[in-house]
């Protein structure tokens, strides 16, 4: 890249949420975020243009703090804060780039640590060992946080203040279930405000999870579980949610050398989840989960059964062992988990029991019921993924209702018109023949794999 090209990009948040989406980076982007969309414009600063119109000298996080977050640094509170955490994720996201994508850049965009002033240098001018790796925010593989952390610090802005909204509502007429739910954030609230924002915020960063299959999703969630790591660095959840977000990244990932460190990441979290709350069942389940995306299905095994009994009422422990026993090949046991009748009798968005079970039934020949899980999915606002419906679609081959079974794989083709059906199926099974036992009956209607 030029580096007039890169005078002219415009580092501003908008180019960050299309890098998300396009998982693509055409050019270095960054603006300091401001406290919302709403005020960009004006004050955006840019501080590469800056630089190159000579004021780069005047590219101070007093100033930053007052031009783009509109703080007043006479309030007696830290404004420039903001601005040192962003400029430490700038760096991390340029880090992450040069590693990557931008390997071969012939211009490198560089922030020293403890100023933010901009500078460029050629790739000869730049060491092998200038774009370390030993500074990855807590163990984070490429890329996994630096494509979705603005994002995720917005949403989590959102969600924390929805969630605060409603954590003292009256709890006159309310069932003993959330009584102790309104106790229980009281409690939160006296040891700090930030302590109850961020298990606000983990504990609806968590309903997001499922479809595991959503690589996008999983990069987002990750964000804001790292959100909660920079609200309260000392609560398990924050470490267990990322956890779990990178061994998703892990299981649906084909073998790579990004497949091996989004699973290592997740271990390293999850042990981190565990060492401040051994007796918490989500981080029991946690690191089931890592353990399965290390290929240790044994461990995870028993670290999700270990995690039903510390909490036997928590739908999203009981996903996770639903999924660990359903992909290691324990199909009965995944029944027993996903068919909790006091979830299949009523709505609930949050648990992804009901496309547990219908894709446990099919690899018991019980086709029909596979059909009629994946429908009251559908009907009651489950999570749904590509998978789910070329579950659905087997299962109507396999009973020989070609039309339907047809009918259907139009619908996911249009629905997921790139998704790599048998990359996703093959990495997370334990015994791949589970896998092309879908996959024949995918072909067997016509189905074949974008990926070729």
């Known amino acids: 890249m030029a580096l007039e090209a890169q005078a002219r990009c415009s580092f501003n948040l908008r180019r960050v949420l299309m890098m998300q989406q396009a998982a693509f980076l055409d050019c270095l982007v960054f603006d300091f975020l401001s406290a919302s969309e709403d005020s960009f414009g004006p004050t955006e600063v840019d501080i590469v243009e800056e630089d190159l119109a000579g ?35 700038l760096r991390q996201f340029l880090e992450l780039h040069y590693e990557g994508i931008g ?18 240098e050629t790739v000869s001018e730049t060491s092998s060992v200038s774009i370390s790796t030993k500074t990855k925010r807590i163990g984070l593989p490429l890329g996994a946080f630096a494509i979705g952390a603005v994002v995720g610090a917005l949403v989590a802005v ?3 203040q929805d969630g ?22 009281a409690a939160i609230y006296e040891k700090s405000p930030a302590a109850l924002q961020a298990f606000n915020l983990a504990q609806q960063a968590r309903t997001m999870i499922f479809p595991i299959f959503d690589r996008q999703r999983q990069l987002l969630v990750l964000s804001v579980f790292e959100g909660v ?8 959840a924050g470490y267990a949610g990322a956890a ?6 892990a299981v649906i990932t084909p073998p790579s050398d990004a497949k091996t460190e989004y699973a290592e990441a997740a ?15 989500w981080s029991q389940s946690a690191k089931s989960w890592a353990s399965f995306a290390n290929r240790d299905y044994e461990a995870a095994l028993q670290l999700s059964r270990r995690a039903s009994k510390l909490d036997p009422n928590d739908g999203a422990v009981l996903d996770f062992l639903g999924a660990v026993a359903m992909f290691s090949g324990e199909f009965e046991e995944a029944i027993e988990t996903a068919d909790r009748l006091s979830l299949l009798d009523s709505s609930n968005q949050r648990f992804a029991n009901r496309n ?6 099919f690899h018991l020949g019980e086709y029909q019921t596979t059909v009629e899980r994946f429908e009251e999915a559908k009907q009651l606002g489950d999570p749904l993924s590509a998978p789910s419906l070329a579950y659905v679609t087997a299962a109507l081959s396999a009973m020989g209702q070609d039309y339907a079974a047809k009918a259907k794989l139009a619908e996911l083709e249009r629905a997921w018109p790139e998704a790599p059906i048998d990359a996703m199926l093959k990495s997370i099974h334990k015994d791949v023949e589970n896998a092309e036992a879908v996959l024949r009956e995918l072909r067997k209607q016509g189905w074949v794999s974008p990926m070729r």
């Open 55 to 89: 004021r780069g000298d005047q590219i101070r996080s007093k100033t930053i703090a007052q031009d783009v977050y509109d703080r007043d640094t006479s309030e007696g509170t830290d404004p420039e804060n903001i601005v040192r955490v962003d400029a430490r994720r």
């Open 244 to 249: 779990q977000a990178l061994a998703s990244l």
């Open 267 to 281: 271990m390293k979290l999850a042990n981190q989840a565990v060492s401040f709350a051994p007796d918490q069942a």
């Open 158 to 160: 959102g969600l924390a």
């Open 356 to 361: 547990i079970s219908g894709a446990t039934y």
């Open 103 to 120: 390997r071969d850049d012939p211009v490198r965009l560089c922030v020293d640590s403890g100023g933010y002033r901009p500078r460029f």
């Open 229 to 236: 790591i920079e609200i309260d660095p000392e609560y398990f």
């Open 164 to 185: 605060q909204e409603t954590a003292f509502a009256g709890v006159s007429g309310s069932s003993e279930t959330d009584t102790d739910a309104y106790l229980q954030r």
